[in-house]
């Protein structure tokens, strides 16, 4: 059974800066991993899709990278906006998401 | 624009039944498959169960098989969750979530509000 961890927990990151996220799957997953990101009170909103392909309107700050069983998302400049939960999520087998990166401002 | 609207949530005691519902729109329905995932209270998301554009193939995680069915409406562009035998460990927020083929590729590009099913006695 895969287990997907991402780190860390909660990353304190100050608006500008960049923001590096990881995710781990405890076996390959190919390239079949999706990032989302979650606000309170809100549904996820799919970010990228294919490790590395931004979903439509996803502004070009968001960017997926790695393959196998490393994965990283990054924000190249943290807007206001941005501060929320944000959850990988394997789909090369049975759809498994990560526990989650609570992203606050520093 | 792409709209998915759920109903049916609320309130049921252990081993009750409760039946959601979600509305689409803005898309050909019959196109896409489609998925339900929950979120537990302050918890994290938990895929439930797909279902082909067809309405063909069904697909369940095993902590529901079961209990609960997948079903689609494509006359009336309504996706369908029963709920049955329910437990205390399914309150949670339930989506409905539009994957990008017609059959399941298992992302999502779009989610409804969702809707609350809680069970408790």
């Known amino acids: 059974e895969i287990v997907m961890t991402q780190s860390p927990a909660t990353l304190s990151v100050s608006p500008g800066e960049r923001a590096t996220l990881s995710c781990r799957a405890s076996q390959s997953v190919s390239s079949n991993l999706a990032w989302y990101q979650q606000k309170p009170g809100q549904a996820p909103r799919l970010l990228i899709y294919?490790?590395?392909t931004r979903a439509t309107g996803i502004p070009a700050r968001f960017s997926g990278s790695g393959s196998g069983t490393e994965f990283t998302l990054t924000i190249s400049s943290l807007q206001s906006e941005d501060f929320a939960v944000y959850y990988c999520?394997?789909?090369?087998?049975?759809?498994?998401f990560g526990q989650g990166t609570r992203l606050e401002i520093k | 624009e792409v709209q998915l609207v759920e109903s049916g949530g609320g309130l049921v005691q252990p081993g009750g039944s409760l039946r959601l519902s979600c509305a689409a729109s803005g898309f050909t329905f019959s196109s896409y498959a489609m998925s339900w995932v929950r979120q537990a209270p302050g918890k994290g998301l938990e895929w439930v169960s797909a279902?082909?554009?067809?309405?063909?193939?069904?697909y369940y995680a095993d902590s529901v098989k079961g209990r609960f069915t997948i079903s689609r409406d494509n006359s009336k562009n309504t996706l369908y969750l029963q709920m049955n035998s329910l437990r205390a460990e399914d309150t949670a927020v339930y989506y409905c979530?539009?994957?990008?083929?017609?059959?399941?590729?298992?992302?999502?590009?779009?989610w409804g509000q969702g809707t609350l099913v809680t069970v408790s006695s």
């Open positions: 979530a539009k994957d990008l083929e017609n059959l399941p590729n298992y992302y999502f590009d779009y």
């Open positions: 999520q394997q789909y090369n087998n049975w759809p498994l």
């Open positions: 294919g490790a590395s």
């Open positions: 279902i082909s554009g067809s309405g063909g193939s069904t």
